[in-house]
Every structure is written in C-alpha cells, then in structure tokens.
C-alpha cells in the first residue's frame, strides 16, 4: 500500500508560480512511475506531467509545456510539480498518482494504482 499526501496548492495570481510536492509512504518511492493530474470545476480529470522511476524521462500535457516541470528526489520520497507562469485556466485540483506496472502509459489515469487527496490551486486573474 501506498499513501500519497500532496501540498502546496494555493491561491496566486496569473503570473506566479507554486510547487507542489507529493510525498509518498508505503513502498519503496522509486519503484513507481509518478504523475500529476488536476481536475476543474465542472470538467474530467486530466494528465499535466508524468515521471518515470529514475527521473529519465519526462512526460507533460502541451498546455503545460515550457511552465511546468516535473521532478522527483527519491531519497525524499518525494515528486514535485513546479509551475510557472501560472493562468486562470490551471485553476484546478491537483492529484498526485502513483504507478508500479512496468507497462506504463503516463497519461493513462487507470493504470495508476495509488491516488493523493489533492491541493487545491487557484489562480486569479
């Protein structure tokens, strides 16, 4: 079992930046490929960025991309989602999710096995 705490959310004007971090317990962090994902009011959750085990690779959605980065520090258990240039559009929950399949699709919500509660991010214009 995992448990996955997200924080670091809160409310910023367009413009600023926020790091989130997501930090892990459970298992061993760097066995599972991580991801972050965020749901607005009214719409379906969605994928922003993905890392693999190692932090080798790198995966974001294309509104993310170029203001987002995502990293992990395995030896803190922990993943972060810096974001930057932030928009009244990136208003949203926020999840972390873990994976431990050794067939992983980033962006595929369903495979993630393990979930976060979420951190609210709000961005004013």
């Known amino acids: 079992q995992v448990q996955l705490v997200e924080s670091g959310g809160g409310l910023v004007q367009a413009g600023g930046s926020l790091r989130l971090s997501c930090a892990a317990s459970?298992?061993?962090?760097?066995?599972?490929?991580m991801g972050w994902f965020r749901q607005a009011p009214g719409k379906e959750r969605e994928f922003v960025a993905a890392i693999s085990r190692s932090g080798s690779n790198k995966y974001y959605t294309d509104s993310a991309k170029g203001r987002f980065t995502i990293s992990r520090d395995n030896a803190k258990n922990t993943v972060y989602l810096q974001m930057n240039s932030l928009k009244p559009e990136d208003t949203a929950v926020y999840y972390c999710a873990a994976e431990v399949s050794n067939t992983w699709t980033p962006a595929r919500q369903v495979q993630y096995d393990y979930w976060g509660q979420g951190t609210q991010v709000t961005v004013s214009s």
């Open positions: 459970g298992r061993t962090f760097s066995s599972y490929h």
